[in-house]
């Protein structure tokens, strides 16, 4: 269920002016990045369709990929396990955490771990877990949840989060973003050097080689998989792809896409764990793939919202993400890719609103890397809503009476002048209406309304049709 | 071979804009053609569509596929309903009995000035503004990002009299109609129409032209809501010379 209702969510967030002037700064500065980065290559569009190719090649031939995945990483001296659900992946590194006696945990940034509630997991047997991305940490810091997939804390101004590392760490308020990085570098140190186990996520995982790569640009994610003596990385079952190839065209749309960089600070690449002879890395590997309801979207009519390469850049270009941001919609994915993740992975049931906050204007759709086709699948979550009898009995009951009215050229007229003289008959100023009865008040509460034009169009063309005919007589 | 050309006015044209209707014929008719208007038209079945209800969305898309089986093209002043037959007909008629007539009135279908410049080859319409006039486009999501319709508006208009184009900041956002979402989501449509008519306000022009009737009358209902004097007009009553500002 949703924690809060969506309205209420809505709501909340429209009237948080701190939150206004955070989406605001964060999602501009998003869609202009990575318009500027795609405007600079040769042909975004092409490039677009390779990558999107490229994802389709992956999802086509998804469980052969992923066994080539599991050869290649078992022979470099990995393990490989694999989870059917959020619980399982919590256990499995619980169980890992046990067998090596694990008391301290850094983890680089995973939006999977976010989905299975991993932290919970390990705090609640006594494991310290410790965000090393910046963002991840201020807000675990703040006991937020991320709400951007790829700006964890868009959500917050660099002023709140000063005054959020004065309150908790007595760092000297300042409003320079480089001072408090500094600071929190100087923190997290420590961090890795005491860390018994550094996890971390996937972008992509090449199955030709057995290699998982991660794009980042804090370096936390090279030091949170290579300090610690175990390396767990976890990923969902569709992050697999077929090969470097496929890789070289994926990476760079996900960089230009996501923060609008060329390539980001650091491409990590890692093929097990340090070999005898190399001077440093994990004693251990373990790769850990995720399905928790992914395989079932794959049978789906729906398999296309599995080709996500989670940059973000849907978020940032949605009028609605840009209004709201992220906690609004209540679950760990956000923006329009969340609002079809979500009910996807969790039942659609579970967050029937999101399907339907969205204006369909399509802007996720264009800044899409991978082209995928969100707002067509949310016409489908809601048509699925619908057959699922969602929608209130009243609802139910308009749509017929207007199919009725709408297939029928005399019920049309005959509506179209009842509604015309109605609004004609109480428009006020200027011909507009300030108020509607119910179902329509929604459309009062935020703007006017027309008085209809009379006579209708049809009406005009006939009797110009018909003086015309006289005429000729 | 004179093709048999039909006018969709649309509901929205036709009852609560009639001015948009004609304007719209009357364009067709500046351009040469005589469109049939076909009387027993209605609506295309979009804003039971977009909120889930296909079944309700396919009984009225029946009809209007009887109404309008035998044009050669179907031309209409709405990049939003052209997009609702174009690309969901197609799909809401799949293994439907009539699937072989939606696909064919799907590819004839056309919104206006996608049918002026890319059939037709319209350019200049002979139209005026009655005063000289900075002019902007705000791009209708469906017509612009559903079918590229962005260069036909621009074209048709460079040769309007008295009009100077400019762009508008924001010019392709949503105003946040979305049909039913402004009554269902109010609140929210109704932060989205508060962005783009900071974006309207902030525009030094005279004038803010769209292609869709459904987008004028949000904004146009933003506007008068907070007072403002200004209006968007539709594009086809600024090819047809008989808009009022």
């Known amino acids: 269920m949703e924690a809060v ?44 369709h390779q990558a999107r190719l490229a994802r389709e090649r992956a999802l086509n031939r998804l469980p052969e990929l992923l066994e080539q995945l599991e050869r290649n990483v078992i022979a470099n001296g990995g393990h490989v396990l694999w989870a059917r659900d959020a619980d399982e992946l919590n256990q499995h590194i619980l169980t890992i955490c046990r067998q090596h006696n694990v008391r301290h945990v850094v983890k680089a940034k995973s939006m999977v771990t976010e989905e299975t509630g991993l932290n919970h997991a390990l705090q609640a047997h006594g494991i310290d877990v410790v965000e090393s991305d910046l963002g991840e940490y201020i807000i675990q810091l703040a006991g937020e949840a991320p709400s951007h997939i790829v700006f964890p ?12 590392l004065h309150d908790k760490l007595g760092m000297p308020l300042t409003d320079q973003p480089e001072v408090m990085t500094r600071f929190v570098r100087g923190v997290m ?15 992509f995982a090449i199955a030709e080689t057995g290699t998982i790569a991660t794009v980042e640009n804090e370096g936390n994610n090279r030091l949170s998989t290579s300090t610690p003596p175990i390396h767990v990385a976890v990923m969902g079952l569709e992050k697999v792809i077929a090969t470097w190839e496929d890789y070289a065209v994926l990476v760079q749309l996900l960089s230009r896409s996501a923060t609008g960089q060329r390539m980001t600070v650091y491409n990590n690449l890692i093929s097990g764990p340090r070999r005898p002879d190399e001077p440093d890395g994990p004693e251990a590997f373990y790769l850990i793939i995720l399905d928790n309801g992914r395989s079932r979207i794959l049978a789906s009519e729906y398999a296309e919202s599995l080709a996500c390469i989670r940059c973000g850049a849907c978020l940032n270009a949605c009028p609605v993400y840009q209004n709201i941001g992220g906690h609004a919609y209540g679950w760990v994915y956000p923006g329009p890719i969340g609002a079809i993740v979500t009910p996807l992975l969790r039942g659609p049931l579970t967050a029937p609103r999101l399907p339907y906050a969205s204006s369909l204007c399509g802007a996720c759709q264009t800044a899409c890397p991978v082209e995928i086709n969100i707002p067509d699948m949310l016409l489908k979550l809601r048509r699925d809503l619908v057959q699922a009898g969602d929608p209130t009995l009243g609802w139910r009951i308009g749509m017929r009476l207007w199919a009725i009215a709408f297939r029928s050229p005399l019920f049309y007229r005959l509506g179209g002048r009842i509604a015309s003289w109605l609004t004609r008959a109480l428009a006020r100023d200027k011909g507009y209406l300030r108020r509607l009865p119910p179902p329509f008040n929604g459309w009062t509460d935020h703007r006017d309304f027309p008085a209809f034009g009379a006579p209708s169009f049809r009406a005009r063309y006939l009797a110009r049709a018909n003086s015309r005919s006289n005429g000729k007589r | 071979m004179v093709q048999r050309v039909a006018y969709f006015v649309t509901c929205i044209a036709d009852t609560v804009f009639p001015e948009i209707g004609e304007a719209g014929f009357e364009v067709l008719a500046r351009a040469g053609v005589s469109p049939e208007f076909p009387l027993g038209q209605t609506c295309c079945g979009q804003p039971a569509f977009n909120a889930g209800f296909n079944d309700e969305a396919r009984q009225v898309a029946e009809h209007f596929v009887e109404v309008f089986a035998d044009y050669e093209a179907i031309v209409t002043p709405s990049g939003s309903c052209a997009a609702m037959v174009k690309h969901y007909y197609p799909l809401l008629f799949r293994g439907h009995r009539r699937q072989a007539n939606a696909q064919r009135i799907a590819e004839r279908t056309y919104e206006l000035t996608e049918y002026l410049v890319d059939v037709l080859g319209v350019r200049d319409l002979n139209a005026a503004l009655p005063r000289p006039t900075r002019a902007a486009v705000h791009d209708a999501c469906h017509g612009y990002r559903g079918l590229g319709i962005a260069r036909q508006p621009r074209l048709l208009l460079s040769y309007v ?26 609140a929210l449509s109704g932060a989205m129409l508060r962005d783009k008519l900071a974006a309207i306000q902030s525009t030094e022009c005279d004038l803010i032209i769209t292609g869709d009737a459904s987008c004028m009358m949000h904004i146009n209902g933003g506007l008068s809501r907070v007072g403002s004097p200004r209006r968007v007009v539709h594009i086809a009553q600024v090819l047809a010379g008989n808009v009022r500002y």
């Not at chain 1, 804390?153 to 005054?163: F, G, I, N, S, V």
């Open chain 1, 153 to 164: 804390m868009l959500h917050k101004t660099k002023e709140a989060t000063a005054q959020l």
């Open chain 1, 189 to 203: 140190r420590q961090k890795y050097l005491q860390a018994d186990l550094g996890i971390s996520g996937v972008n």
């Open chain 1, 5 to 48: 209702p969506f309205e209420r969510a809505v709501h909340l967030a429209l009237a948080d002016e701190q939150l206004q002037i955070a989406l605001d700064r964060g999602t501009t500065r998003g869609v202009n990045a990575r318009l500027a980065a795609m405007g600079e290559t040769t042909d975004p569009q092409a490039l677009r």
């Open chain 2, 161 to 186: 009299r008295n009009l100077t184009l400019v762009e508008m900041i924001g010019h392709d956002q949503c105003c946040g109609f979305g049909g039913l979402f402004a009554i269902k989501m109010s």
